[in-house]
């Protein structure tokens, strides 16, 4: 199994381009999640898909958008990149989601890394 | 104010210390987790607790809900212990997430 995969690992990008993050899991996870990480702040979340075909706002959604294309993969897109999203976004799976009252193990991905100029 | 609090955030050790790393939250969770992130980036969970207190080799996670903190303790440790330790809680609804900034722990041989 390799777990949950992103790409791409490394990105550059310009004030006002667009691009999508790829994330996969194949351990049959009914949650994924896509997070940002900041110096300084920590882990946040952006969204949040539960099971196939839902999505839920996270701490940080404003800028980006999310697409749970089947159980296997969660999207995350940038219409329009700033600046301010230069960060390292990880993407994380679990195997049953809110339904379990957050008793289950986070399963992260390596990062993508992303600098916005 | 930040949710999750961790102290310290820089933490030097000898190798062979005992070692521990605080977590204090302010909201009502339905569990914690520590989590290891390597310098690489890559990000491992290595407990998930709601309560009392969990074992896996050299590394012991301790939680007192009514005190809304946590412990996790690393024996005997290594210099490939080395590495930044993120307490993060999921909050009692169930969609909320915080996370602390991180203990970057540096073993020296």
């Known amino acids: ?117 | 104010k930040n949710e999750v609090e961790q102290s310290p955030q820089n933490l030097t050790a000898q190798e062979g210390e005992f070692i521990t790393i605080n977590c204090s939250y302010s909201v009502g969770i339905s569990a914690l987790h520590w989590l290891q992130q390597h310098p690489g980036g890559g990000i491992v969970s290595l407990f998930m607790l709601s309560s009392g207190k969990k074992k896996h080799g050299r590394l012991i996670a301790t939680i007192n809900i009514q005190e809304k903190h946590s412990s996790l303790h690393i024996t005997a440790s290594h210099p490939r212990d080395s590495a930044v330790y993120i307490c993060a809680v999921r909050s009692r609804t169930g969609n909320q997430f915080y996370f602390g900034t991180g203990t970057s722990l540096t073993v020296i041989p």
């Open chain 1, 1 to 117: 199994n390799a777990g949950v995969t992103q790409t791409p690992k490394f990105q550059v990008l310009k004030t006002g381009q667009s691009m999508t993050l790829q994330c996969a899991q194949d351990m049959n996870h009914n949650s994924m999640y896509w997070y940002r990480q900041d110096p300084g702040m920590g882990l946040r979340l952006i969204y949040y898909s539960a099971s196939e075909g839902t999505t839920d706002k996270g701490e940080v959604p404003n800028g980006y958008n999310v697409s749970r294309l089947n159980k296997r993969e969660f999207s995350l897109r940038l219409e329009s990149a700033a600046p301010s999203q230069t960060s390292v976004y990880f993407c994380a799976s679990s195997e049953s989601g809110g339904t379990s009252g957050g008793l289950e193990t986070q399963y992260f991905g390596p990062g993508t890394r992303l600098l916005v100029l």
